[in-house]
């Protein structure tokens, strides 16, 4: 019965103090006493429903927050490429990424994408020049990487390989306290991949970093292969090096002729351009400007295309003068002759006695030389190049025609006559060893414009200069450029 | 300002503790447990200062989501992380109370000198011991005290007699101080 009265006695008084009813003042069990100071704090007892529901609001800070805008304000990669949606289809099979949204132009061109890998938000579209967005096989390559954070580095990276993701530095163990490697994509984007292996502080991170810059670097950098390709990717053996002041007029004019794509690389000390544009299968350098003070070095370039007349047109419509109208060869080209304003020869041909317009054997892109002594030249060429020589036309001791193989590119010369005068010409020769090559064109008579050296754009190479007035520049690809 | 110790000290909780910062750091997924763990406290804290339910709710909400959004920035050498959220509440109590110095939501910061960190520390144990009753005088106490509902409501949603509330309110306000005591002894 005690017990109930305490019961009750408490009731009245947690009554009053819940509903601040002034209670009579009464004389309490001090049993009931004591649980009132528990009261008074109590009043302030959270409630649980609002316990667990700002813990799932915690979650997800994004529907709670005052200011949803602010709460998604963060960095966010916006990467422009050639084929957005192959682009998405690639993200999705390499690094796992879902897909938002797409807004698609009616043509089917991707205007806006976005994608998500993890939990971060990218954003993609189609190349579009007119609004300033170029991809990276426009620019020559993208300056920003993307780093990705994932929980285990060596799985993403089979992943984005199995995908065709390229190696540009194998998965590693790092300085910093990261596994990580660097996967080209196909469409010009290099991303990081990385998982946090060791916790290491700034300090620790700035110690490890000054002993490992301080210790000299290694001779070779080697790719995921273990070697790095001597000739660089994309290159053949031969590349011909138009060096001229109207560099810039030769560019628009094989991108209006024959739809070259490349992009200026850089600017030299002797204040040339250096560009690189490929026709076709074929890489072109073309250096030179209006202030540069170099001699410039026209060349003869032959170029096999689908449809000569159709190239012949717009060569004319790109400034171009005629030498020769296309016409049928006897050899089976379909041939025509012109000339750009820096005096370039271009002779424009279409293969037509097989089913491809490009004979076997050879690139879009061929030199051809008009030496005074052809059967001298061609002799060099096999003495300082190990040139061999796959075709050959003469009369009289007169070559009129030849071809030479070279490595993976074919040249080819005939004697000097008419309009078709000596055009010494630069060229950029990718081979397995420098100087070795080097040696050997100099025994054969060359003379040396520069000795074997390494530069900081990732090749070793030496330049010669032949009897006939020609510049070759000997390279060994030795490093891929970070 | 006053601020709240955790409740347990020792290099070996506070490891732990460092580690769930850590994660949360990382994943803020991890977040919750460091919610679970302070939750109490800055309720506490907040009830203090403010007497009403429904400011308390909102403020106590916004010190959680404050914490959330600086806890990259939140760095283990500086102060504890209890001190640290106590620190983010006095602000965000400042705030209020300046925002609204017309209404009376609570007394302004200067003017309660009196908290001192064991009080709140009581009172967060308090809650938490709320927490631990056995499920039915837990929710007659909920029920009682935070939801402010009447012995014959309560009855009325439980199917119970107004006796039987009374007895539960009762006993569990008993199991409480018992166990308040006990840490305290």
Redesign the interface.
């Known amino acids: 019965m005690a017990k109930r009265t305490?019961?009750?006695q408490?009731?009245d008084a947690?009554?009053g103090l819940?509903t601040s009813r002034k209670s009579k003042p009464r004389q309490l069990d001090p049993e009931v006493t004591?649980?009132l100071n528990?009261?008074a704090?109590?009043?302030?007892?959270?409630?649980?429903a609002?316990?667990k529901k700002?813990?799932a609001?915690?979650?997800e800070?994004v529907s709670?927050?005052a200011s949803p805008v602010s709460a998604q304000a963060t960095a966010t990669p916006y990467l422009t490429v050639q084929n957005a949606a192959q682009a998405i289809e690639f993200y999705k099979k390499a690094f796992g990424a879902t897909e938002i949204m797409r807004l698609t132009e009616p043509g089917g061109r991707i205007g806006h994408a976005e994608i998500e890998i993890g939990g971060s938000r990218i954003m993609l579209a189609d190349e579009s020049p007119d609004y300033g967005s170029v991809a990276p096989p426009t620019l020559g390559g993208s300056p920003v990487k993307i780093n990705l954070e994932v929980s285990d580095v060596d799985a993403v990276a089979r992943q984005a390989r199995a995908a065709g993701a390229k190696v540009v530095r194998p998965v590693e163990d790092q300085f910093y306290g990261h596994r990580s490697g660097q996967f080209a994509d196909p469409f010009g984007y290099t991303w990081i991949i990385s998982t946090e292996i060791e916790s290491v502080s700034h300090e620790e991170m700035q110690r490890r970093f000054e002993s490992l810059v301080s210790t000299p670097p290694k001779e070779v950098e080697k790719s995921a292969t273990g070697k790095v390709n001597p000739i660089r990717e994309g290159f053949h053996t031969i590349t011909p090096y138009i060096a001229v002041r109207e560099a810039h007029e030769v560019i628009d004019f094989i991108q209006k002729t024959f739809d070259a794509q490349g992009s200026i690389l850089g600017v030299g000390s002797a204040g040339g351009i250096h560009a690189e544009y490929k026709i076709g299968d074929s890489m072109l350098m073309i250096g030179g400007s209006a202030s540069w003070k170099g001699t410039p070095m026209p060349t003869a370039l032959h170029v096999y295309v689908k449809d000569a007349d159709a190239t012949y047109k717009r060569a004319l419509a790109a400034g171009a003068t005629v030498i020769r109208e296309p016409a049928d060869m006897p050899y089976g080209d379909r041939e025509a002759g012109v000339k750009d304003v820096a005096g370039n020869h271009w002779y424009i041909a279409t293969q037509q006695v097989s089913a491809s317009y490009i004979p076997a054997g050879f690139h879009a892109v061929t030199p051809y030389l008009h030496p005074k002594g052809a059967a001298k030249a061609l002799d060099f060429m096999k003495r300082a190049f190990g040139a061999e020589e796959t075709f050959r036309s003469e009369s009289d001791n007169v070559i009129h025609h030849a071809s030479l193989r070279l490595g993976s590119s074919m040249l080819s010369l005939g004697e000097a006559h008419a309009e078709f005068q000596p055009m010494p010409t630069m060229f950029y020769l990718y081979v397995e060893d420098t100087d070795a090559l080097y040696k050997q064109a100099m025994a054969a008579g060359a003379k040396s414009l520069a000795a074997p050296a390494d530069q900081p754009y990732g090749d070793r190479n030496a330049a010669v200069e032949d009897p006939f007035g020609n510049q070759w520049y000997i390279a060994t690809h030795v490093r891929d450029p970070q | 300002m006053a601020v709240g110790k955790p409740a347990a000290s020792g290099s070996q909780s506070e490891a732990k503790e460092r580690l769930l910062i850590e994660a949360a750091q990382k994943d803020?997924?991890h977040?919750?447990e460091l919610?679970?763990k302070h939750?109490?406290r800055v309720?506490?804290f907040v009830?203090?200062r403010v007497r009403d339910?429904a400011v308390?709710?909102d403020l106590?909400?916004d010190v959680?989501?404050k914490a959330?959004?600086s806890l990259p920035r939140f760095d283990w050498r500086g102060i504890p992380f209890a001190a640290w959220l106590m620190r983010i509440a006095h602000n965000v109590i400042a705030d209020q109370w300046k925002r609204s110095a017309r209404e009376v939501v609570g007394d302004p910061p200067e003017a309660v000198t009196t908290i001192t960190p064991e009080q709140i520390e009581?009172?967060a144990r308090?809650?938490r011991l709320?927490?631990l009753l056995p499920a039915d005088q837990k929710r007659v106490?909920?029920m009682?005290?935070?939801?402010?509902k009447?012995?014959r409501e309560i009855a009325k949603e439980l199917r119970r007699t107004e006796?039987a509330v009374?007895?539960l309110?009762?006993r569990g306000?008993?199991t409480?101080?018992d166990k308040?005591g006990e840490k305290h002894g």
């Open positions: 305490l019961i009750e408490l009731d947690v009554t819940l004591s649980l528990l009261a704090d109590l009043r302030h007892l959270p409630r649980p609002f316990r700002l813990k609001d915690l979650r800070p709670t927050a | 803020p997924a977040f919750a919610y679970e939750f109490e309720y506490a009830s203090w339910r308390t709710e106590t909400a959680f989501h959330l959004a009581d009172r308090l809650f709320v927490g106490i909920g009682r005290f935070a939801e402010g009447t012995i006796g009374k007895q309110q009762f306000m008993e409480l101080r308040l």
